[in-house]
């Protein structure tokens, strides 16, 4: 919600008018989680570099302001790619307001720790979905010879010198690999990580950092190894396709019984949600940059747990309980990355869900059909997972909230329209109007 400017509260909803099947091919964008942090470790390398493959969604935009106001230069080159131009930084200290609307904020520690040897970095923000610390990531710089202290909401940290050491992560975290490879790749001397997470973004960044004149190898595995280099030169370079943005459009496709190519992907990465959905009896067709989605059959129920990569993501965690609600019988869906990822779950039970959570589980009865009904999107993907029950659910279905969605969906209205989907955003002036104080 927002002011439209004269004491009116503005809303804007998704609508869908849902029961039809999704037809045609669709495109996937950059990737989020591998885009945030390649772009604020640019902030380290001192140079130029050209991001191409950006996702147009609000945590992008609001981590090129948090660029912008440390002093980085940032052109759009055209609507994807970007240049960030970091020689003007200063350093330092990053804008707490900005900061803290973000998760993935937190990569400042390590980009300005690797840079300038300091950092003052609000506390970060993001979704809730569970208790989130950065024990590890503290652990992790503490490691490389930075003090460390949490003071009114920032964490403070500073290293004469940052060296190279050995680090073992106590729990596989995405966040903490790529905080310590960032500060680490102009550490002196060489950084181990072990038990480090193998998500495909992990890759990406190193790929990125590599492009840079960084001198990293492992990634990808749990054991990752970071010789420190003195300086960064700027590149080009292209962040790889979303694959939970294309989980997403995989579910709607199955979801609505309908017929997808989904384009510009990484078969490799999608492999343990394409072996769910294929359990579940929905056809898939990998080909070399593209999926094809065909849900025409009944969908069977399975069992997921969710797990660090390559396991199944918790970021498709409510996306699949969607589908598993449309499958015939009863399937258990257990979380084992946050502890409150089934807060959609109450607003799936508005649109008819059979679903009972039993601790880290839920046990979802199946083979019902989901009736439209007026939801909020709770958090990124929970809204994602709104989104796919609407498509799949007869009547009209009205989301709130959506700016929990646009945070990690690129044109997500725009792209499902394209393959037949009725859906809109509307901007909805309440019937509430204030005052407004001088
Ligand atoms: N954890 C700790 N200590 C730490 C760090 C993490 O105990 O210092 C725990 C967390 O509480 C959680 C688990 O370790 O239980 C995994 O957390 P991780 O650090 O891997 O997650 P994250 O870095 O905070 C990123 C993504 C999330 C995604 C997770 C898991 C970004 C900005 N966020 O979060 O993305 O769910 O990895 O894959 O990259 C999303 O895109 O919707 C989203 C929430």
Redesign the pocket.
Known sequence: MSDGGYGTIVMEKIIINGAKPLRGTIEVSGA??AA??ILLAALMVDDKCVIENVPCISDVTLSLEILSSMGCRIRMLTKNTVEIDSRFATGGVSPYDLVRRM??SYYLIGAELGRWGRAYVGLPG??D??????????KGFRALGAEISVEGGYVKASADELSGASIYFD??????T?NVMIAAARAKGTTVIENA?R?P?IVDLANFLNSCGAKITGAGTDVIKIKGVDKLYGSTYAIIPDM?EAGTYMCAAAATRGRLRVNNVIPKHLESISAKLEEMGVEIIENDDSVEVCGNGELRRVNIKTL??PGF???MNPQIGVLLCLAKGVSCLTES??DNRFKYVEELKRMGASITVDGSTAIIEGGGLLSAAPVKAL???AGAAMIIAGLAAKGRTEIEDIHFIER?YDDIVGKLRSVGADIKKVIIPSAVSFEKAN
């Open positions: 989020k989680n945030l942090p998760r993935g993001g979704c979905i569970g208790i989130r610390p950065i024990d590890q990531h503290i729990n596989v975290t995405v966040g903490g790529i997470a998500e973004h939970i660090p990569y993501p918790t970021d990355i946050y958090d990124l993907r990690g």
